[in-house]
Nanobody, 118 residues
Framework: QVQVVESGGGLVQAGESLRLSCAVSGSMFNALHWYRQAPGKQRELVAYIRNPGITNYADSVKGRFTISRDNAKNAGYLQMNSLKPEDTGVYYC??????????????WGQGTQVTVSS
């Protein structure tokens, strides 16, 4: 029922920008997270946004990336500026959604590739 689809990745040169989108269908979400995983490295949390609009960022992207959401579209975004080669990786969107029980549930997208060349 819940579907999470990322888009907007691509191949860019260092210093350029990309805007990733995360479209969510089937449920409202309480929080949205962006993760990334570079080759040979473990997945890391890049940024998140949660009610009531609180955001947080990894130190490596502070000042360069901006996470946002559009409640009307039930979507989230990650604006990535001043990209560096070390930003290369697969970017994943994860949302936290309410359930009929006492717990929330996580749903992941399939990922979108971001490659930054020097």
């Amino acid at each position: 029922q819940v579907q999470v689809v990322e888009s907007g990745g691509g191949l860019v040169q260092a210093g350029e920008s990309l805007r990733l989108s995360c479209a969510v269908s089937g449920s409202m979400f309480n929080a949205l997270h962006w993760y990334r995983q570079a080759p040979g490295k473990q997945r890391e949390l890049v940024a998140y946004i949660r009610n009531p609009g609180i955001t947080n960022y990894a130190d490596s992207v502070k000042g360069r990336f901006t996470i946002s959401r559009d409640n009307a579209k039930n979507a989230g975004y990650l604006q990535m500026n001043s990209l560096k080669p070390e930003d290369t990786g697969v970017y994943y969107c994860k949302v936290v959604v309410p359930t009929t029980g006492p717990y929330q549930a996580d749903f992941w997208g399939q990922g979108t590739q971001v490659t930054v060349s020097s």
